[in-house]
Structures are given as structure tokens and as C-alpha cells.
């Protein structure tokens, strides 16, 4: 079957669609909703069953979830509702350091360590003296433990506080979308979701919001490992059943794409959620298109002078080690995905897909199709039609456009303008360019960069 016979098949089903949000800090968030405000021109967002993320993504997506329901946003009411106050925020204020709880907690955390090294100078005997010491520093160390909980006090007071009171989890449920939230339980080895509708795992089992602050979710979803500690969230107030032991007291929480970077885990098993919790069939979204923004930063040369340090040296080869691990079954993945999607594209059944990635630029999928004149003839077609509208003459523009954005940081301080006008831009037209080759959504008109600068512009 070719693949334009396969598209037809699938079209006569109704579309739904699937948005998985990597991780990767601010500026995984700004390249997702750059993707976001395409589907949205493209009215595609009307097909969207729902959106899952971990980390940077997480915050575009609680975002999202918060200030309406996407699948029923013009482009006009995106823009304004969602867009422009998130986009503002992240570039000239950031999250976590734009609030004053962070820097007073910081101001504390830097007064109270040179308490405790005033400790070991004070006039007593050394036996009192190192009572006092060790005492100061364990006392020191939980405090510097509550990093985790005074970053998910930055996010509810610069954007999880809806009506100047903190967004509940609960209240982010939709009727045409769920919006899920990827944390990993470190103890498990396996992902948490948390939704509007429920929080659930393969361990932990089934169970309900309750009063769970969207702000701790989103931040348990990127406590990124070392930069914050893993966060211990009570058990109890969400009634879990149905779980595959029993239910601990706490549920112990780091980034989510310590599992899975791409958040790509809850749609493709979907399916595989409602064999194990039948009752519960009607609460999944099964959808049969998956978009997966993947904003990773590509591994990058490093340096090993560090390394050569007498016992420290040893962390920083351990660190570089996961690293190395973590890059490549990430790679892996990303390979199993497009096997599934093309299979998928060629049976006219089964999932199918593609990716928007923030290392290519809108050239890497054109020019690979347009090639594949036997294989994929209809993406090969519409490859034609993308490079034909991207025009040879940007081709080394977007080219370095690609390369500076994957280089971006992975911070939640704010970006600056130009960085974040680069990201929405770039996931726009990467994601235009992509889905269009392979999914055949609508090609349009690549919008003037000038678009993108009057959404990150201050208002005046």
C-alpha cells in the first residue's frame, strides 16, 4: 500500500491527535508552543485528544491546560489567552528566579552557611563546638533540601495562580482534551501521570486529583536531578487502587524525562492502560496521530581536564556516564517511533506520526522525502511543495537557526527576546514543514518573523 493510499484510509476516521512536549527547560517550552500556534492556524487543534509532557514542556502544557480548552481556541484566542502572557513571562522574567520567595529563600540559604561556618570559630571547647558544627550543618542541609518545594512556589506565583489563588490539578480537566503531566517515581523506575481526571501509575495504581496544587506536579515533572531534589508528595489524598503492590506513604518524584524525555510513554500505551483498568475505559483518549516535539539539547563535545581530579573527578565521569546512557536510548527510541509511524502510514492502521526537532531545521525532513519518489511518493510530493515554499535561498539562515536554538540552555531564567523569537519561529515552521511531508496537514504561508517579535514585545 503507498503511502498517500494509506493517508485516505486513515482519513476516513476521524482524526485524533496526540502532542507529546519534551523536556528541556524554557526552551523546550517556547519551541513547543511555537508548534502549538501552527496546529492552531492549521485548525487542527479541533483534533487534539491530548497533550502529555515532562519538564520544560510541562510548563507549557499546565499552562495550556489552565487557560482554556485548546481544541476549541481560534488562532486569535490562543494569541492572547495562552500565548503572549506565557511567552512574556519566560522571556523577560523567567519562573523560578522571577520570583521574590526564590530570592529570599536564596538570601537565606547563603546567610544561614556562613552561620554554620561561624559556628566552628565560636570561643568554646572543640568537643561543644563540633556538636554545634554538625548540628548547623544537618540543620543547613534540610533547608537546602526544600529547593524543590520553593521552585514550585516560584511557578504557582508566577503562573499557576489563577484569581490570585493557586490552580488545583483537579481543575484543569477538560471535556475534549487531558492534558497529562509526566513525573518519575525513582523508587518504581517507572513514569506518574498526573491529569485533571486522575493521577496514576503502574505501581501506585489508579487514583483521584484531589486538592494537589498544579504547581507541584508540574514541578515534580522538572526536578531535573542534582539542580533539585527529588520531591516527596503524600500518597494518601489520592485514594490509590488497583495498584501493583501496596500503596507506599509517599511518592518519591524527579523529572520526567529521567523515564522518558519525549513524554511519548502515555499515548503510544494508551491502549495497554485500558486492558489493565477496563472499568476505567472511557477516561482514556485513544488517539491514532501522535506530534512528538522533541526539544532535546544534542549531546555536546565535552571536556575531560575535570575529570583527571583526584576523587571529584570520578563525579564528573559518573555525571557525563548518564549522560551518555541517557542520549543514546533516547536515540533509540526515537527510531522505534518512526519504525511504528511509517508501519502504521503503510497498513492504514496503528498509530503514525512524526516528529518537530529543535536540532533540524525545516529543510531536514523536505530534503530527505523528496528523494523517496518510490517509497513514499505522496511525501515525496509535498516534500517538493515545502522546500519550493522555504526557497533555497534561506536554506543556511535556518540551518543556523537550528544550531543556536538546540544550543540553548536549559534554564528557567528568562530567555531575552531574541532567543525566544527564534524558538516560536522555528518551532512553527520546523512543525509546518514536518507534519505537512509526512502527515499532510495544511501547508501555509510561512509567517514574517515580525509576528513572532509583537508576541514577545512588552507591553508598552
Not at 536549559?410 to 522555528?426: E, F
Not at 511531508?437 to 514577545?456: E, H, M, Q, Y
Request: proline share 3%.
Amino acid at each position: 500500500m503507498t503511502d498517500s493510499a494509506a493517508t485516505r484510509c486513515l482519513d476516513t476516521r476521524t482524526r485524533e491527535i496526540a502532542i507529546a512536549l519534551s523536556g528541556g527547560g524554557h526552551r523546550a517550552s517556547l519551541f513547543g508552543i511555537g508548534v502549538l500556534l501552527y496546529l492552531t492556524d492549521a485548525e487542527r487543534n479541533r483534533d487534539v485528544v491530548s497533550v502529555s509532557s515532562v519538564s520544560g514542556g510541562s510548563l507549557t502544557n499546565a499552562w495550556l491546560a489552565q487557560r482554556g480548552d485548546y481544541s476549541k481556541l481560534t488562532a486569535e484566542e490562543l494569541k492572547s489567552r495562552v500565548v503572549r502572557p506565557f511567552v512574556r513571562q519566560v522571556a523577560h522574567y523567567g519562573t523560578l528566579w522571577a520570583s521574590w520567595t526564590t530570592w529570599l529563600y536564596m538570601v537565606i540559604l547563603c546567610i544561614s552557611l556562613l552561620g554554620v561556618i561561624a559556628l566552628w570559630w565560636l570561643p568554646i571547647d572543640l568537643l561543644a563546638r563540633s556538636i554545634y558544627f554538625v548540628l548547623g550543618l544537618i540543620g543547613w542541609g534540610i533547608l537546602f533540601s526544600l529547593r524543590s518545594k520553593m521552585c514550585a512556589l516560584a511557578f504557582q506565583k508566577t503562573l499557576y495562580s489563577a484569581d490570585g489563588y493557586p490552580t488545583l490539578l483537579r481543575d484543569i480537566q477538560r471535556e475534549n482534551i487531558q492534558h497529562i503531566i509526566c513525573a518519575t517515581d525513582i523508587r518504581a523506575g517507572h513514569h506518574v501521570y498526573f491529569s485533571g481526571d486522575f493521577v496514576c501509575s503502574y505501581r501506585l495504581g489508579w487514583g483521584c486529583p484531589r486538592e494537589l496544587h498544579l504547581a507541584d506536579s508540574v514541578q515534580a515533572s522538572a526536578a531535573f536531578p542534582g539542580g533539585f531534589s527529588p520531591r516527596w508528595l503524600s500518597t494518601t489524598q489520592h485514594s490509590f487502587v488497583e495498584g501493583a503492590q501496596k500503596t507506599p506513604h509517599f511518592m518519591v518524584l524527579s523529572d520526567g524525562g529521567v523515564y522518558d524525555n519525549m513524554a511519548e510513554q502515555w499515548p503510544v500505551g494508551v491502549r495497554s492502560r485500558k486492558r489493565r483498568w477496563p472499568a476505567l475505559e472511557d477516561v482514556f483518549k485513544e488517539s491514532n496521530v501522535l506530534v512528538v516535539v522533541d526539544a532535546s539539547g544534542p549531546m555536546q563535545w565535552a571536556a575531560v581536564r575535570r575529570m583527571r581530579l583526584p576523587a571529584i573527578g570520578e563525579i564528573f565521569a559518573l555525571l557525563r556516564v548518564i549522560r551518555v546512557l541517557y542520549d543514546k536510548t533516547t536515540a533509540h527510541r526515537r527510531s522505534t517511533l518512526v519504525d511504528r509511524f511509517d508501519r502504521a502510514e503503510r497498513d492504514g492502521r496503528g498509530i503514525k506520526g512524526a516528529f518537530v526537532m529543535i536540532n533540524r531545521s525545516p529543510y531536514w525532513t523536505a530534503d530527505y522525502f523528496s528523494k523517496q519518489t518510490e517509497t513514499w511518493p505522496g511525501r515525496a510530493e509535498r516534500a517538493l511543495c515545502v522546500l519550493q515554499m522555504l526557497g533555497e535561498e534561506n536554506r543556511e539562515k535556518w540551518n543556523h537557526l537550528a544550531k543556536e536554538n538546540s544550543h540553548v540552555k536549559t534554564t528557567l531564567s528568562r530567555l531575552g527576546s531574541d532567543v525566544s523569537v527564534n524558538l516560536l519561529y522555528h518551532g512553527y515552521v520546523s512543525a509546518m514543514a514536518n507534519l505537512h511531508v509526512i502527515l499532510d496537514f495544511p501547508l501555509l504561508t510561512v509567517p514574517s518573523i515580525n509576528r513572532f517579535r509583537c508576541i514577545v514585545a512588552k507591553d508598552k
